[in-house]
DNA sequence: ATTGAAAGAACCCCGAC
DNA sequence: GTCGGGGTTCTTTCAAT
């Protein structure tokens, strides 16, 4: 691609991280520059893929989603692509991971409760030709959720080289 | 707290999910009310607090985070809520589950390289008191890493780009 | 790259239905 | 709750450094 980012990046990154609304004048004003050039930075770190996306963050319990739930999962190698497909293209799955270890992939789900947790079970994944077996663990607290990453060389974000 | 969600909060909802930097006249446009109007049901999610926040997603591999790794831990009942807010406030760590099952917690952090991961384990998470054992995978590839809630009732459930 | 200023777009308060 | 209008704030573009 292109220019490394500098430390007003990574500022620019961690607030955004924090507040994805946060206006121009704003981090202008946290950076210590203009706000045409606090605009730029912003429009540059999206056109350069370093922001990828804009989220707006949902209660899970009002939206109807207060389950959550991992799921290791056991994969024939046939039917593998098709599987993992079929997963990501559900609402439902947040998150997908192939892993190390025991097991083939870590899943997780939100749904609204166990019975909606039974039914994605048994009609959604055990259908799935690849998936041979499964081992699933409820999440009954979720003490911390979030997309924010650790951003090398920002002191409230993470550790140095 | 107060009135249910209808079906227009609900598409609200999930366009913001997909697209939190998504205009008023957009969201008007989409779901066939006035631009006032769509605002003010945007001003009425966010207090009462359906929408608890507004995230920029980075790319993880650009700000140095490149490497996720799922660490189960076992805790002793003694100091587990010191050991939990400590990691919690890492920026390392992106979730901290309580899960059922044989281990106590299900982490997931993010980290540059293995070992960042290595200086983790030993530095940070070890010493804790209350840790016990701890198991480490490897997410070898994330298939798929949103935040975008199920919203019951929604046929296009939240995925994002 | 950064900046100030001007043009354009978006948000927000308000009174009416 | 919804709507349109008008004032305000924000974003975007531009010429210049």
């Keep these: 691609m292109h220019s490394e980012m500098d430390d007003i ?4 990154c961690g607030l955004l991280q924090a507040n ?27 056109s350069q ?10 209660d899970p319990d009002v939206v109807g989603a207060g389950l959550c739930a991992l ?8 039917g593998e692509p098709e599987a993992c497909a079929a997963l990501v293209a559900r609402p439902e799955v947040m998150e997908l991971h192939h892993v190390s270890g025991a ?14 947790l039974q039914a994605f079970l048994q009609e959604v994944l055990k259908p799935l030709p690849a998936v041979r077996r499964t081992e699933t663990l409820l999440s009954l607290e979720a003490l911390k959720e979030t997309t924010a990453m650790p951003i090398a060389g920002l002191d409230s974000g993470g550790d140095d080289a």
Tied chains: 1, 2.
């Design 9 to 12: 990046d990574r500022k620019i």
């Design 20 to 46: 994805a609304r946060a206006s121009s004048a704003e981090l202008a004003e946290t950076v210590g520059l203009s706000v045409s050039s606090a605009n730029e930075r912003v429009r540059r770190l999206v």
């Design 49 to 58: 893929g370093v922001v990828v996306g804009w989220q707006a963050r949902l």
């Design 71 to 78: 799921v290791f999962i056991d994969m024939d190698y046939e």
């Design 103 to 116: 097991h083939s992939y870590l899943m997780k789900i939100r749904v609204r409760d166990s019975r909606a």
